[in-house]
C-alpha cells in the first residue's frame, strides 16, 4: 500500500482550507472600521494637539508652508456706488502635518475625511478686503478636510465674500477696474506660517461666467507681505481686471444724448415767426437733456473728479442750451431788423419827397447827368467790394435769417469736432493706460 497518496490528499485539503480560511479574513475586514480605529489613534487623546502649529519643511523649526489654492465659481455683482463685488469661491489649503501619518494598508486607504475642522490645527487665514461672507449650509456644511498617509492635510470649503473694490472712474464708461482679493495671516507671523500660491494653475475661474455690465479680462497672482509693529505676516492676492461693457451705455446714453442734440437743431429750420414751436422745442430738449444727466449721476457715487460721461453730457447740454439761446439772439434780430426796415421805409419816403422838390426847382440838365454819373460810381464801387460770402449772404436780407442759416452749418460742425476729440482723447487714453 502507498502511502503517499494520504499524505497528498491531506496537503491539498490543507491548501484548499488555508485559502478559504484567507479569503474570509479578507471578506471580514471593515476598512469603514480601519478608519476609525486610525483616526482614533492618531487624534486620540494625548497624541495630537489641534493648538500647535506643524513643524517647518524636513520637520525643521522654521515656519509651516501653507499652499492655496481658488476656484471662482461666480461673480454675481459689481457695485459703483458702495465701490464693492460679490463672489463666491471654493478655497482650498494644503500642509503637511507630519504627525498625521498612518498607515495607508498597502494602498487601499487613500485618505481620511473629516468635517470637523477644530480636530486638527488650521492655518489663521482671513480675507483682508472682505466687508461681508458667509459660509454654504444646505444641505449640509460645504466644507472638508483629507488627511493623506503622507500627513498632508487638504481644507476645501465653499464660501461667499463681499468685497471692497476701490475704483477710478474717471474713464466712466470706458473704464477697466481692478478689483483685488487679499488673504492673510491674522495672528502668525512669517516665522511661523507662510502662504504660498500652488504650483501649476494656483486660480481657476469657471468658464461660462456671465457679468451684467462686465468682462473678466484676466487675473494675475502677487504676494502682498506685510509689516506691522508685532512683525511680518504672509499675504496672498488675486487681481481681478475687469472691463467695462461699452454696448449697454451706448443705447442707453450716448445715441439718445446725440439724438436730442440733433432735435434741438430742427428749430433752425423752423420760420423765425413760429415762436411757440421753438421755444417748445427747446426747453423740451433742455429739460430732457438735464434729466438724462441727473440720472446718469444718481447711479454713480459722488466723486470730487470729472468722469468721461460728464464732459459727453455736459457738452450735450451745452449744445442743447446754445440752440434755444440762439433763438433768442434770433427772436432780437429778427425785432431790430424790423425796426430798421420802418427806419429805412419812413427815410426813403422823405427822400422822395425831398427829390421831388428838387426836381421841380432845379432844371439844369447838367446837373442831372452829373448826378446820375456819381450814384453810377458808387454802385460799381461798392459791387466790387462784395466778396464771395457777403455776396452768399446777401441772399438772406435780414440779419435773423443769416444766424439761422450759420447755426445750421455752425452747431453740427463743432459737434462732430468735439466727437472726434472726445473719442480719440479717451479711446485712445484707455489703450495707453492697459499697456
Known sequence: MDIR???????????????????CMNAKI?????????????????????????????????????SVNIFVRSISKI?????????????????????????????????????????????????SNEKEGHFHNIIMPNVYIRIFPNGNVLYSIRISLTLSCPMNLKLYPLDKQTCSLRMASYGWTTDDLVFLWKEGDPVQVVKNLHLPRFTLEKFLTDYCNSKTNTGEYSCLKVDLLFKREFSYYLIQIY?????????SWVSFWLDQGAVPARVSLGVTTLLTMATQSSGINASLPPVSYTKAIDVWTGVCLTFVFGALLEFALVNYASRSDMHRENLKKTRREMEAAVSMD???????TDSNATF?????CEIHISNKRKNCC???????PTRSKRIDVISRITFPLVFALFNLAYWSTYLFRDEDEEK
Open 255 to 263: 445715441i439718445p444724448c446725440c439724438m436730442l442734440v440733433i432735435v
Open 5 to 23: 497518496r494520504p499524505t497528498c490528499a491531506l496537503a491539498v485539503l490543507l491548501v484548499f482550507c488555508l485559502t478559504e480560511l484567507a479569503q
Open 79 to 127: 457695485d459703483d456706488v458702495t465701490m464693492e463685488y460679490s463672489v463666491q469661491l471654493t478655497f482650498r489649503e494644503q500642509w503637511l502635518d507630519e504627525r498625521l501619518k498612518f498607515n495607508n494598508l498597502g494602498g487601499r486607504l487613500k485618505y481620511l475625511t473629516l468635517t470637523e475642522a477644530n480636530r486638527v490645527w488650521m492655518p489663521d487665514l482671513f480675507f
Open 372 to 376: 446820375a454819373m456819381i450814384r453810377q
Open 358 to 364: 428838387a426836381a421841380s426847382d432845379l432844371l439844369d
Open 390 to 396: 457777403r455776396l452768399w449772404m446777401s441772399k438772406f
Open 30 to 66: 471593515n476598512f469603514r472600521e480601519k478608519e476609525k480605529q486610525i483616526l482614533d489613534q492618531i487624534l486620540g487623546p494625548g497624541r495630537y494637539d489641534a493648538r500647535i502649529r506643524p513643524s517647518g519643511i524636513n520637520g525643521t523649526d522654521g515656519p509651516a508652508v501653507v
